[in-house]
């Protein structure tokens, strides 16, 4: 069996909300092929054609991006979709939106089975690939066969799903499939929002990544202050430009609903100090009696100036982490 991959007007897409305009085409007789009147959306203070709004607000939901495959004879059909979602657990269900007009459309009859690759964050020119923008130096996809439905090679997640049920949706259709295979590995998936790639935040470190012996004469400028347990170093949302440095006890930073508690050697308040004005990005509460290093931005301001080695170091770290989240 074929596992090669035809070209690349062989793929259909549904990337950035997995919605199209076109003709309502092979609407079936079930009760879901029931057309609601069609109604003008209040876009509110936009000033866009609604349909462009529409489109735009749906690309603000960050969603990761799969690749949806089938296999008919020694041919593979596959499309890239962020329209993917669980349904249930028990039995074991979710759900693909599809394009009417897409070719993998008409496939995916009930009884057959698809596959969804989930992407890993350095799969973008694969995600391309599925939606028909594959360039020049873009490697052709290579795929393994699993229950006779081909899955994307180096993908983060795998399923294989049998259609269960398929509905109208629209412009697109819906099909149920009841999951048969699941596999995932280690790795950071690829994120589409807002009509772009994105990516997990890289590693917020910035000071602690210097080398001790750079780090030290910043902190040698330190003041040291005592917390009694519960007692607050930093809230949420306030102007403040100081960096701490916890030398005894543990501290609980509270961010966006999640929790963390760290210990001796940790440093908080790393990119607040750089850039104060926005305010804290987290609140943080000492767990029990608490000793910090205190350095002040203009303490770390004098300490860069004296030692411009820790101000390189410091801007080759900055660089890295452009060059990753770009």
Known sequence: MSSEAPPPEE?????????????????????????PDTEQIDVGDLE??????????LGMFATGVTVI???????????????????????????????????????????????????????SELSDHFAGRASARSEEPRFEIVRDTPLVEGA???????????????????????VEYVRY?????????????????????????LPAELLEPILTRGREV???????????????????????GSVVVERQGRRLTLGVGALVGEIEVLDPGAGRLATITAENETACIVVGREELVAALESNPRAAIALLEILSSRFRETA
């Open 156 to 178: 983060l997640a795998h399923l294989v799903a049998r259609v269960v049920r398929s509905y109208w949706g629209g412009d697109h259709s819906l099909f149920l499939g009841q």
């Open 226 to 248: 005592t917390f009694a347990a519960g007692e607050t170093l930093m809230t949420r949302g306030e102007i403040a430009d100081t960096l701490m440095l916890v030398t005894g």
């Open 69 to 123: 495959t089938t296999q008919v004879g020694e041919q593979v059909h596959g499309m890239t979709a962020n329209a993917f979602m669980s349904v249930s657990l028990q039995p074991p269900l979710v759900l693909i939106s599809v394009d009417r007009r897409a070719r993998l459309n008409p496939l995916l009859r009930e009884g057959t089975r698809y596959g969804i690759s989930v992407l890993e964050r350095s799969q």
């Open 185 to 209: 590995g280690e790795g950071e998936p690829l994120l589409f929002h807002g009509g772009r790639y994105e990516r997990l935040a890289a590693d917020p470190r910035l000071f602690s990544a």
């Open 11 to 35: 793929f259909d897409v549904v990337l950035g909300g997995g919605f199209a305009s076109g003709a309502l085409e092979g609407l079936g007789d079930s009760g879901f092929d029931d057309v």
């Open 48 to 57: 866009g054609d609604p349909a462009l709004e529409f489109r735009k607000t």
